[in-house]
């Protein structure tokens, strides 16, 4: 079974500054797609980010870029020009991209990391 | 456009009594449908999830249950509530195969059982 582990319960920040969130995961699997998501204080889920294994190209959105690194199975958000509205619980998740079977389409998500931005 | 409608926000409800959470999804056909639970201060664990009609998958064997009488409509119930049952319900849904593997989550379910 897949796992997906964000070992930094808690980040912060200066406004303006950046932050580099981790995330690492395990799979056997080959093809996949990884998230990540915010959740600030309204509890609503926010996708941020998308990668997909298969391209090596790293995504970016905006002031939010990911370091994917596929053969340590590392996965880091990086937020540059932070801003209070970043502030939020990061979640870090992960997709298989095989198709039919008992795990279609269901994502596995980290623990999270709460990131408070200090103005 | 798409969305996603997620009933009640906050509920509160004694030990041992019934639940039903309901969901459903406008926009869209034949989606994937997912009922995520968080404890406070913690990451999603995914409950149930439903790729079509009268299909349910369950990931993690408790007191609750998940129906799917419509395309778009996803439930999760229980006959009799424990305390553990607390936490934050969301539903989802996504549309595999068509490039929007994302996952689009409803605004939650609070849920207090005391």
């Known amino acids: 079974a897949q796992t997906v582990t964000q070992s930094q319960p808690e980040m912060s920040v200066q406004e303006a500054e950046t932050v580099t969130l981790s995330c690492t995961y395990d799979?056997?699997?080959?093809?996949?797609?990884l998230f990540w998501y915010k959740q600030p204080p309204s509890r609503q889920m926010i996708l941020v980010i998308r990668?997909?294994?298969?391209?090596?190209q790293n995504a970016t959105e905006n002031r939010f870029s990911v370091n994917f690194q596929k053969a340590a199975k590392s996965f880091s958000l990086k937020i540059s020009d932070s801003q209070l509205g970043d502030a939020a619980m990061y979640f870090c998740?992960?997709?298989?991209?095989?198709?039919?079977?008992?795990?279609?389409?269901?994502?596995?998500f980290g623990q999270g990391t709460i990131l408070t931005v200090h103005p | 456009s798409q969305t996603i409608h997620q009933w009640p926000a906050t509920l509160v409800q004694p030990v041992g009594s019934p639940l039903s959470l309901e969901c459903t999804v406008e926009?869209?056909?034949?989606?994937?449908l997912y009922w995520y639970r968080q404890a406070a201060g913690r990451g999603l664990q995914l409950l149930f999830y439903?790729?079509?009609?009268?299909?349910i998958s369950s990931e993690v064997p408790q007191n609750l249950s998940a129906s799917r009488p419509q395309d778009r409509q996803f439930i999760l119930s229980s006959k009799k509530l424990l305390l553990s049952d607390s936490g934050f319900y969301l539903c989802?849904?996504?549309?595999?195969?068509?490039?929007?593997?994302?996952?689009?989550f409803g605004s939650g379910t609070q849920l207090s059982v005391l």
């Open positions: 799979t056997s699997e080959s093809d996949y797609y």
């Open positions: 990668q997909e294994a298969y391209k090596q």
């Open positions: 439903s790729v079509g009609i009268g299909q």
């Open positions: 926009g869209t056909s034949n989606p994937n």
């Open positions: 989802a849904w996504s549309v595999i195969g068509t490039g929007h593997e994302k996952l689009f």
């Open positions: 998740a992960y997709r298989s991209a095989r198709t039919g079977g008992t795990s279609y389409g269901k994502l596995t």
